[in-house]
């Protein structure tokens, strides 16, 4: 068991300590941990771009940048269109973030994106637009790639319901050795969360109020250090 919270633990601080500022060559940073402070949506088409090019991006980056890219291009569509003409200029090679945030982004602009990208035969286009994206409100579970999704969504947004569904994680079956590390790892990111942006602090006492016995004992854990 101790693996797994390790495994999950350091899935976090890996979220939280080295996805800002986004790794692009744009000449403004752009700081995705608070950019729900202060949107500056017509900067994302430079960086979809910027990011595709990176020969640092992997995988897992790649996904957790796609969450906050759609989310926080889902709030402005002139920037969205924008972000999505730009990165239909992009080689094939690189063309994987652009088709993940089209994706995600799950409307006209996104489907007309990977529509276009799969009638240029870019690689999984194809398949994206018969794959549903996952509805990040209803997960089907959670695990704490979830978690991590739910945090990059809250970063690009502000809103209170990505931190609900990670409060979420606390009340699950308590005899579950799974749900317990996934509990262990929510915790954690709440805490540290907690600490560094007050809209989540607000969140959490606002929850507290009307939380059931057993979550109200581990919000106060948490809140008791702040």
Not at 106 to 119: C, I, K, S, T, V
Request: contains cysteine; hydrophobic residues 45%.
């Amino acid at each position: 068991m101790k693996s797994k919270v390790l495994t999950l633990l350091l899935g976090c601080c890996a979220l939280l300590l080295g996805l800002a500022p986004l790794p692009a060559r744009a000449e403004e940073p752009l700081d995705l941990m608070t950019y729900y402070r202060n949107p500056r949506p017509g900067l994302l088409p430079d960086y979809l771009h910027d990011m595709s090019l990176d020969p640092a991006l992997n995988e897992d980056a790649a996904d957790l940048y796609a969450v906050f890219l759609a989310a926080a291009l889902n709030q402005s569509p002139i920037d969205a269109q924008a972000a999505l003409d730009k990165a239909s200029t992009l080689p094939q090679d690189k063309s994987v973030l652009a088709l993940k945030t089209a994706w995600l982004m799950n409307d006209r602009p996104g489907r007309a994106f990977l529509r276009q990208a799969a009638e240029r035969g870019w690689p999984d286009a194809a398949d994206m637009l018969r794959t549903p994206p996952p509805d990040f409100r209803n997960p089907q579970r959670l695990d704490a790639f979830y978690l991590d999704c739910m945090w990059v969504t809250f970063f690009a947004t502000g809103r209170d319901w990505p931190v609900l569904k990670v409060v979420s994680a606390l009340d699950v079956d308590p005899k579950s050795v799974d749900d317990g590390v996934l509990r262990t790892a929510a915790a954690w990111s709440l805490k540290s969360n907690a600490g560094n942006h007050p809209r989540v602090l607000a969140i959490l006492r606002e929850v507290r109020q009307t939380a059931s016995p057993r979550l109200a004992a581990q919000l106060d854990e948490i809140l008791s250090k702040k």
